[in-house]
């Protein structure tokens, strides 16, 4: 019998074909004997793990798991995220069984708060009390109703009714003095006018200060109360510094130029709109929106102050003196200030909601310097906007608000000659 050929008679052919044949057998070795995960070597069973077991069975664990676990699970790594996603869930758990836990659940980021304390479900928008009387405004004219309107938002008794404050200031979906309701519900704060963050876990604080605070203490954290109050302070500040500068500038052009009409005229309207601005200012309190006519009235000032500036100027080009520099100084001091006066009732004529900078996620020339300049303009102007009565832009047409706010300012002012007058005749009597 012929003796097997040896390795050597065999062909190129025969020679690839079985290298080909062992390469496939080693590789379908590795393939089927080695896990998809490198094994655990502290582990007994190196397959005791959901990724070893069909995927049929996979979902069906996964579907018979609660919310929290399986944001849990979704949180151990990217194939199981990618593999529970997020239509999978809204399956799975939109059984009535589960609505109470999804009670705690973001709708926008699926996340899961079972305490609820980073959850808010915001109230209707037409359903936001007066921050002095405490009723609802529901009619479109602007009238007072003691009956709660449907609101506009699911209840918090529902699932996937909630929103996480993250997403919340995100989106712009919170106004600043708003209310809206946390803790599961069961409990209704403001959003901070200062920051736009609901002001939560702050009861005593809003108690200490009813009393020493012109607003409702619960409408600032106390942290943002105590930067409103150091703004509050150097705004006035600075009005006094302003009107300082403006007096004394008129005082040395009426004093060093009282044989030009061309500067003597111009400063007097000037001073005397300044005077109407003030009172304005004074009397429009927290409900009339005056920011257009004071906008037009600084801006009238600063168009006054460029006759008065040409004259200064062509006099200095004349001769040199002393008290004529020190005016063109103040009136130049005096138009900028004007200036910024016109650009800050500007915005807060567009209602620019100043805590835009406090949100997450906005790029970072925005939040370290576009809304932070423009923040500054209407801590300069008027610091107190923050105060205003109206909730949050677009809640109510500005013509119906205006006239709902002077028919109020009105209806105070009788009532306080009436009291007055009552007390005075009690008096006399």
Same mark, same amino acid.
């Given at each position: 019998?012929?003796?097997?050929? =040896? ?24 393939? =089927? =004997? ?15 793990? %959901? ?197 004394? =500038? ?6 060093? &130029? ?12 000037? &001073? ?36 008065? %500036? ?75 906007? %923050? ?43």
């Amino acid at each position: 019998m012929a003796p097997p050929p =040896t390795p050597a008679s065999l062909d190129a052919s025969q020679r690839e074909a079985s290298s080909v044949e062992k390469r496939s057998e080693k590789h379908s070795e590795i393939t =089927t =004997t080695v896990p998809i995960f490198p094994p655990n070597p502290y582990r007994r069973n190196q397959y005791a793990s %959901l990724l070893f077991l069909p995927m049929e069975l996979q979902f069906l664990i996964y579907s018979n798991l609660k919310y929290g676990d399986l944001q849990k699970l979704r949180a151990t790594t990217r194939y199981f995220r990618q593999l529970i996603s997020l239509d999978f869930i809204r399956i799975c758990l939109g059984s009535p069984a589960t609505d109470a836990e999804l009670r705690f659940v973001c709708r926008s980021c699926m996340r899961y708060d079972p305490v609820g304390r980073r959850l808010v479900w915001p109230l209707a928008h037409r359903g936001q009390p007066d921050p002095v009387t405490g009723r609802i405004v529901v009619q479109e004219d602007g009238s007072d109703d003691e009956e709660t309107p449907p609101p506009n938002y699911p209840g918090p008794g529902l699932p996937f009714s909630a929103i996480c404050s993250d997403c919340a200031v995100r989106a712009r979906q919170l106004s600043p003095g708003e209310y809206v309701l946390m803790d599961g519900g069961e409990r209704k704060v403001r959003v901070c006018r200062w920051c736009g963050w609901p002001c939560h876990g702050h009861e005593d604080w809003g108690r200490n200060m009813e009393d020493s605070w012109p607003r409702n203490g619960w409408e600032l954290h106390p942290r943002c109360a105590l930067a409103y109050q150091m703004v509050i302070i150097g705004y006035y500040v600075l009005v006094c510094i302003r009107s300082g500068i403006a007096l004394v =500038t008129y005082i040395l052009l009426w004093r060093i &130029f009282a044989d030009e009409q061309l500067v003597v005229i111009p400063s007097v309207l000037g &001073f005397l709109l300044m005077g109407i601005i003030l009172g304005i200012i004074y009397v429009r309190g927290r409900e009339i929106r005056t920011y257009h006519v004071v906008g037009t009235l600084e801006f009238s000032v600063l168009a006054l102050g460029i006759p008065p %500036l040409v004259v200064v100027i062509r006099t200095i080009e004349k001769e040199y003196d002393a008290g004529v520099i020190a005016a063109e100084i103040l009136l130049i001091s005096h138009l900028i200030i004007r200036l910024i006066n016109v650009l800050g009732n500007f915005i807060l004529f567009l209602e620019y909601d100043v805590t835009r900078h406090h949100a997450p996620d906005i790029p970072p020339l925005r939040k370290h310097f576009l809304n932070p300049l423009i923040a500054g303009l209407v801590f300069w102007t008027s610091p107190t906007a %923050l105060e205003n009565m109206w909730i949050g832009k677009g809640k109510h047409k500005k013509g119906k608000s205006f006239r709902r706010g002077v028919k109020r300012f009105w209806e105070h002012a009788k009532k306080s000659i009436v009291d007055y007058g009552n007390a005075h005749g009690n008096a006399v009597a």
